[in-house]
């Protein structure tokens, strides 16, 4: 048991759960003006597939990795705009994001690399872990604190700005606003349809950039098919069960990380191999329970 609850366990939960927590926050911006975006996924997909490949043919892992940001915000501005503009249902919109995001980027591998499946990028690019002044040098904590790449910390960065945008300025009152009493705003003078688009947008960029914590930071430049393996949809639930308060969807992230590092290390000790990979999905249900438990409360 020892090999499995250690003080590693908590840094390698941080690790896995750094991507989900940039497309959860993504999903929080859109569920506060009060919209769903399902291809969050897709947005996630398309941020590994371009960070690789950006990052590959421009040698430069801040192409790859801002790269992966804007095509994920591409895809998202256009399920925004079929939702909000053209009125589409959000669900079959977002569905259909997912499997365009799939199929384009496999399509676009073949065209451009002539392969099938999986493609490795060599040489590319990696961040490089950075060590904490006087941290470092404390036992345990420079453990949990020291030692991670960059993406890391930008994602509480991020967390931190995003919380104060949305409940510490006038712009996070009007996207709030709009999720809770849209005419409202509207008879204010504002342009809801435009807010949330705007959040459209911020969400795709978020999960652009947690797709390329998963294949430039992690896996550092290997991209496989349908790579997400559905992680968009458990970042939507981090963001349902932090109540789209980014504080808690922090919390919630770290949780599902937990349970994927769980899951890795079963795989270590040789646990049979489908249940190690229903271990983040089964947690994703019971949280998803627990969420709903709560809205009865």
């Known amino acids: 048991m020892s090999e499995i609850l250690n003080i590693e366990l908590v840094a390698a ?13 993504g999903a929080t911006f859109v569920s506060s003006c009060g919209m769903m975006n399902i291809a969050i996924d897709g947005s996630m997909l398309v941020g590994t597939f371009v960070a690789v490949v950006a990052g590959f043919l421009s040698q430069s892992l801040a192409v790859g990795f801002i790269g992966a940001g804007i095509g994920g915000m591409m895809l998202a501005l256009l399920i925004g705009l079929l939702i909000v503009k053209l009125k589409g249902d959000g669900i079959v919109v977002g569905i259909g994001g997912n499997l365009f995001a799939w199929g384009i980027t496999v399509f676009i591998l073949e065209e451009l690399f002539r392969m099938k499946g999986s493609f490795t990028a060599s040489p590319v690019p990696s961040f490089k872990a950075i060590s904490l002044p006087i941290i470092e040098n404390i036992p345990y904590l420079n453990t949990i604190f020291s030692g991670y790449t960059l993406p890391v910390y930008l994602s509480i960065l991020i967390a931190i700005i995003a919380w104060i945008v949305l409940y510490r300025t006038p712009i996070g009152l009007i996207i709030r606003g709009t999720g809770a009493n849209k005419e409202a705003v509207k008879a204010a003078g504002i342009n809801t349809d435009m807010v949330q688009i705007a959040c459209f947008a911020v969400s795709g960029f978020l999960a652009g950039l947690g797709g390329a914590c998963l294949s430039i930071a992690n896996l550092q430049g290997f991209w496989t098919e349908n790579m997400t393996a559905g992680r968009g949809y458990i970042a939507l639930c981090a963001a349902a069960f932090g109540r789209n308060n980014p504080k808690f969807v922090v919390l919630a992230c770290l949780l599902f990380g937990l349970a994927d590092a769980i899951g890795i290390r079963f795989q270590v000790l040789q646990w049979e191999p489908s249940f190690v990979l229903m ?3 089964i947690v994703t249900i019971l949280m998803l329970w627990a969420s709903s438990k709560k809205e009865v409360l």
């Open 279 to 281: 271990i983040p999905y």
């Open 13 to 25: 939960a941080i690790r896995m759960g750094v991507p989900l927590l940039f497309a959860a926050l």
